[in-house]
Nanobody
Framework: VQLQASGGGLVQAGGYLRLSCVASGSTLISYGMGWFRQAPGLEREFVAAITRSAVSTSYADSVKGRFTISRDNAKSTVYLQMNSLKPEDTATYYC??????????????????WGQGTLVTVSS
């Protein structure tokens, strides 16, 4: 499956963005999906994950209550709604498809396919 992330950009602190990740080459229903991010000089970290049926989700503590992951399997698209953005949210955001469609996967090793990343910059 190929993943294409988009929706990044420059936003002021307190603002919002919605990231999208479109899948092609395979049906999205077969995969759990996740978002990760990597800030300059830091390791990539987990942000959010969702099961194939969207019954279960998981979030990093740093984004709980501000970010929402969702999916539209008919459109083969996963979203990350990011509200109340902070400068520390600045990073390149990556979507990924998990090998386990039934549990929200936190570990990077649980993901088989990765998108190319979209840059989010939050100014103070």
């Amino acid at each position: 499956v190929q993943l294409q992330a988009s929706g990044g950009g420059l936003v002021q602190a307190g603002g919002y963005l919605r990231l999208s990740c479109v899948a092609s080459g395979s049906t999205l229903i077969s995969y759990g999906m996740g978002w990760f991010r990597q800030a300059p000089g830091l390791e990539r970290e987990f942000v959010a994950a969702i099961t194939r049926s969207a019954v279960s989700t998981s979030y990093a503590d740093s984004v709980k209550g501000r970010f929402t992951i969702s999916r539209d399997n008919a459109k083969s698209t996963v979203y990350l709604q990011m509200n109340s953005l902070k400068p520390e949210d600045t990073a390149t955001y990556y979507c990924a498809a998990s090998k386990n469609p039934f549990r929200p996967t936190v570990a990077e090793l649980g993901y088989a396919y990765w998108g190319q990343g979209t840059l989010v910059t939050v100014s103070s």
